[in-house]
């Protein structure tokens, strides 16, 4: 049998004969193979592995690990970097800083990993280079870096983040968000939820969110449910499916609908049932997911077919007003255009587009709606487009 299976199997007369050689015999070629698979084992079995390969080192095999800094996997980084720091504690700080300055991209990766396992006080001149890792196009040496620096309690780094969600461009501001959602930087909170309420990339932001607070604690409030109805939006095409178990949404619709239900929360919900309808009937955003993740749509897609739409959709009018945060999502479920008319006066052009399009698409769309829009919009490429629809 492959020993890649067997390391990965679930006989443990295998699995630990392979994982000891793996690490007594500095198999590179075994590791490498192993990482190759990260996109393709669930995480269970990768969590095994790092659990066998950790058990299988001890204070006379533990250095052969660097030979496996070549190959770069975040499932394996932190059980590397801990091992080499329970048996080599400060006797490899000299050689890790070295890799961290002039290696590439994987091994400062593995370098920052096991930097986090180091009192801080034996970092401090490496400040410099650490902050500006944190920067790095490598979102794993970038991560692994931003956690050093929340360790360090770096103020520097923390406000040069904050001061990019002040920046006029929206890779700048995303970035930002990651940054401070990974430095674990509560406080931004308030200020992240602007940031992605005027946002077009407001589906990204939100899913970095719930890394930052979680999403039972946000949806105690409307921003908190705005955040979950841009995550909702984003599925499958930005947050995987498989999200929809770390988030446990299903508990969360259910509670909102059954304790906590206001114009807010029926929006939401009108728009999870929308999602998970078509996610739970349509194989092909399923078809990677495994069998648990399966069952979990299914099961949150039953659970709402089961509230009464009716109900959502007459408590989701109150969100039908200029300044509304779920208008945008509320104009969606909207079927009687004179709801919908009240909307063409907003100031907001894109609003306006929105009620149009969702006028054309009812075939409700009147010469007068268009000209009451035309009235409140000064932009002539924006005119032309009402004029054609």
Do not use: W
């Amino acid at each position: 049998m492959d020993l890649l299976k067997k390391l990965t199997g679930k006989n443990p007369d295998e699995y630990e004969t392979v994982a000891k050689s793996l690490v007594d015999n500095s198999n590179i070629e075994l590791f490498a193979k192993l990482v190759k698979q990260d996109d393709f084992l669930f995480d269970f079995v990768k969590n095994n592995v790092a659990n066998r390969i950790r058990n299988a080192c001890n204070k006379d095999n533990y250095l052969n690990l660097m030979s496996f800094l070549d190959y770069y996997s975040p499932s394996y980084d932190t059980v590397i970097a801990e091992t080499l720091y329970n048996f080599g504690g400060l006797e490899l700080l000299p050689a890790m800083k070295e890799i961290f300055i002039n290696d590439d991209a994987g091994k400062k990766a593995y370098a920052a990993k096991y930097f986090s396992f180091v009192p801080k006080e034996n970092l401090e001149e490496l400040l410099p280079v650490i902050r500006k890792m944190a920067e790095s196009e490598f979102e794993p040496l970038s991560i692994n870096s931003i956690e050093i620096l929340s360790k360090m309690k770096d103020e520097e780094f923390r406000n040069n983040a904050l001061k990019m969600l002040d920046s006029d461009d929206e890779f700048e501001q995303y970035n930002g968000v990651k940054y401070l959602v990974t430095y674990k930087a509560q406080d931004a909170l308030p200020k992240i939820i602007e940031v992605m309420k005027k946002s077009s990339l407001s589906e990204n932001i939100a899913s970095e969110i719930p890394y930052l607070t979680p999403l039972e604690e946000l949806v105690k409030t409307d921003d908190g449910i705005l955040v979950l109805c841009n995550i909702v939006n984003a599925i499958p095409e930005i947050i995987p499916p498989a999200a929809v178990l770390d988030y446990d949404l299903f508990s969360i619709f259910e509670n909102l609908y059954l304790n906590h239900l206001t114009s807010a929360s029926a929006v939401l919900l009108k728009l999870a049932q929308e999602k998970f309808a078509e996610l739970a009937g349509n194989e092909e955003y399923l078809f990677d997911c495994d069998k648990n993740t399966k069952e979990e749509i299914q099961a949150i897609n039953q659970l709402l077919v089961g509230i009464d739409s009716y109900k959502l959709k007459n408590l989701l009018y109150d969100e039908l007003y200029d300044e509304s945060d779920f208008v945008f999502f509320a104009v969606d479920y909207v079927d009687e255009p004179e709801e919908l008319e009240t909307l063409l006066d907003s100031t907001n052009p894109t609003l306006v587009l929105k009620v149009l399009s969702r006028l054309k698409e009812r075939e409700q769309l009147t010469q007068a709606h268009k000209d009451l829009a035309l009235n409140n919009i000064e932009k002539d490429d924006l005119k032309r487009f009402i004029e054609a629809l």
